[in-house]
């Protein structure tokens, strides 16, 4: 069974204490089934750039180093402190269904009076003229 979860640090380094202590060959290559994707520092708000590419407005980019884990069986305890909970499911995806539906599924039990879990009726945001 795969299970994502969402992870925030202060900085890559601690992130990488966590990702370095998972099984590894005497190599120093990953034996683990889990699908680790560094995100790094998320982008807020994108900037803005002239023609050539000079900056105008700076990127406001996040404080929080983020990592999403695709776990095969479940998440490790050690990651706890660090894990986040986007609204279903951040910038960030892995591709299969199911694990998708567990994420949403463990928010909507987590946060059941999420907008996301009540999404408003049809008729209260389309109207048709």
């Known amino acids: 069974m795969w299970i994502t979860r ?3 640090f202060d900085n890559e380094a601690q992130s ?4 370095d202590a998972l099984p590894h060959d005497s ?3 990953p034996i683990y089934k889990h699908n680790v994707s560094k995100l790094g520092y998320i982008t807020k708000t994108a900037g803005e750039y002239d023609e050539d590419g000079n900056e105008i407005v700076a ?5 929080m ?5 695709c776990w095969y069986g479940q998440p490790l305890s050690s990651w706890d402190a660090y894990i986040v909970w986007p609204s279903p499911m951040g910038i ?11 994420y949403s ?15 408003p009726e049809p008729d209260s945001y389309f109207r048709v003229v």
């Open 6 to 8: 969402k992870y925030e």
């Open 16 to 19: 990488d204490s966590l990702i």
């Open 105 to 119: 599924t463990t928010y909507c039990q987590l946060f059941p009076d999420s907008l996301y879990c009540n999404p």
């Open 65 to 69: 180093f983020a990592v999403d884990v």
């Open 59 to 63: 990127p406001v980019v996040g404080k």
């Open 92 to 102: 960030h995806t892995f591709g299969s269904s199911s694990t998708r539906i567990e």
């Open 27 to 29: 190599e120093g290559n």
